[in-house]
Nanobody, 119 residues
Framework: QVQLVESGGGLVQAGGSLILSCVGR??????MGWFRQAPGKEREFVGA???????PTADSVKGRFAISRDNAKNTVYLKMNSLKPEDTAVYYC???????????????WGQGTQVTVSS
Protein backbone atom coordinates (compact mmCIF):
# COMPACT_ATOMS: atom_id res chain seq x y z
CA GLN A 1 0.00 0.00 0.00
CA VAL A 2 0.99 3.60 -0.54
CA GLN A 3 0.27 6.53 1.75
CA LEU A 4 0.39 9.95 0.14
CA VAL A 5 0.27 13.36 1.80
CA GLU A 6 0.00 16.60 -0.15
CA SER A 7 1.18 19.95 1.14
CA GLY A 8 1.96 23.42 -0.11
CA GLY A 9 -1.50 24.71 -0.89
CA GLY A 10 -2.68 28.11 0.14
CA LEU A 11 -3.99 31.44 -1.02
CA VAL A 12 -2.22 33.20 -3.85
CA GLN A 13 -3.03 36.12 -6.10
CA ALA A 14 -3.62 35.63 -9.79
CA GLY A 15 -0.32 35.46 -11.59
CA GLY A 16 1.45 34.02 -8.60
CA SER A 17 3.14 30.68 -8.08
CA LEU A 18 2.95 27.73 -5.73
CA ILE A 19 4.78 24.45 -5.41
CA LEU A 20 2.81 21.50 -4.13
CA SER A 21 4.52 18.47 -2.68
CA CYS A 22 3.35 14.92 -2.36
CA VAL A 23 5.23 12.71 0.07
CA GLY A 24 4.82 9.00 0.54
CA ARG A 25 6.55 6.31 2.53
CA UNK A 26 7.48 4.69 -0.74
CA UNK A 27 6.25 5.13 -4.30
CA UNK A 28 9.35 4.81 -6.42
CA UNK A 29 7.77 2.09 -8.56
CA UNK A 30 4.63 4.09 -9.33
CA UNK A 31 3.49 6.60 -11.85
CA MET A 32 2.44 9.68 -9.92
CA GLY A 33 -0.44 11.84 -11.02
CA TRP A 34 -1.93 15.15 -9.99
CA PHE A 35 -5.64 15.88 -10.12
CA ARG A 36 -7.76 18.77 -8.97
CA GLN A 37 -11.39 19.20 -8.06
CA ALA A 38 -13.26 22.46 -7.76
CA PRO A 39 -16.60 22.75 -5.97
CA GLY A 40 -19.39 21.33 -8.09
CA LYS A 41 -17.01 19.99 -10.72
CA GLU A 42 -15.59 16.60 -11.56
CA ARG A 43 -12.09 15.63 -10.60
CA GLU A 44 -9.79 16.80 -13.38
CA PHE A 45 -6.46 15.46 -14.55
CA VAL A 46 -3.64 17.96 -14.17
CA GLY A 47 -0.58 15.94 -15.08
CA ALA A 48 1.52 12.95 -14.23
CA UNK A 49 5.10 11.75 -14.18
CA UNK A 50 6.38 8.32 -15.05
CA UNK A 51 9.33 6.40 -13.68
CA UNK A 52 11.83 7.88 -16.11
CA UNK A 53 10.77 11.51 -15.95
CA UNK A 54 8.18 11.83 -18.68
CA UNK A 55 5.67 14.32 -17.34
CA PRO A 56 2.77 15.29 -19.57
CA THR A 57 0.31 17.91 -18.40
CA ALA A 58 -3.25 18.70 -19.31
CA ASP A 59 -3.92 21.31 -21.96
CA SER A 60 -5.54 23.56 -19.39
CA VAL A 61 -2.26 23.96 -17.51
CA LYS A 62 0.29 23.33 -20.23
CA GLY A 63 3.12 25.81 -20.12
CA ARG A 64 2.20 26.91 -16.60
CA PHE A 65 2.46 23.75 -14.50
CA ALA A 66 5.25 21.20 -14.36
CA ILE A 67 5.74 17.96 -12.47
CA SER A 68 8.97 16.55 -11.13
CA ARG A 69 9.93 13.81 -8.71
CA ASP A 70 12.71 13.04 -6.29
CA ASN A 71 12.55 9.36 -5.55
CA ALA A 72 15.27 9.58 -2.91
CA LYS A 73 12.95 11.84 -0.92
CA ASN A 74 9.78 9.98 -1.88
CA THR A 75 8.45 13.28 -3.10
CA VAL A 76 6.62 14.48 -6.19
CA TYR A 77 6.22 18.17 -6.95
CA LEU A 78 3.66 20.18 -8.85
CA LYS A 79 5.14 23.54 -9.78
CA MET A 80 2.42 26.01 -10.63
CA ASN A 81 3.12 29.34 -12.27
CA SER A 82 0.91 32.08 -13.67
CA LEU A 83 -1.97 30.92 -11.54
CA LYS A 84 -5.48 31.87 -12.54
CA PRO A 85 -8.67 32.02 -10.48
CA GLU A 86 -9.97 29.03 -12.41
CA ASP A 87 -7.09 27.00 -10.97
CA THR A 88 -8.78 27.19 -7.58
CA ALA A 89 -9.43 23.64 -6.43
CA VAL A 90 -8.41 20.93 -4.06
CA TYR A 91 -5.32 19.31 -5.52
CA TYR A 92 -4.69 15.60 -5.08
CA CYS A 93 -1.75 13.40 -5.83
CA UNK A 94 -2.27 9.81 -6.82
CA UNK A 95 -0.22 6.71 -7.50
CA UNK A 96 -0.86 4.22 -10.25
CA UNK A 97 0.74 1.88 -12.72
CA UNK A 98 0.50 4.04 -15.82
CA UNK A 99 -0.13 7.58 -16.86
CA UNK A 100 -3.82 8.09 -17.34
CA UNK A 101 -6.27 10.96 -17.31
CA UNK A 102 -9.05 9.30 -15.33
CA UNK A 103 -9.16 9.05 -11.55
CA UNK A 104 -10.11 5.38 -11.86
CA UNK A 105 -6.71 4.67 -13.38
CA UNK A 106 -4.96 5.42 -10.09
CA UNK A 107 -4.88 3.22 -7.05
CA UNK A 108 -3.83 5.42 -4.14
CA TRP A 109 -4.73 8.98 -3.23
CA GLY A 110 -3.66 11.67 -0.85
CA GLN A 111 -6.09 13.73 1.19
CA GLY A 112 -5.77 16.83 -0.98
CA THR A 113 -4.52 20.34 -0.42
CA GLN A 114 -6.50 23.49 -1.12
CA VAL A 115 -5.25 26.01 -3.65
CA THR A 116 -7.15 29.27 -3.84
CA VAL A 117 -6.28 31.88 -6.45
CA SER A 118 -7.74 35.32 -5.92
CA SER A 119 -8.44 37.75 -8.71
Amino acid sequence: QVQLVESGGGLVQAGGSLILSCVGRTFNTYVMGWFRQAPGKEREFVGAINRVGGAPTADSVKGRFAISRDNAKNTVYLKMNSLKPEDTAVYYCAAGNRIGTLPSEYDYWGQGTQVTVSS
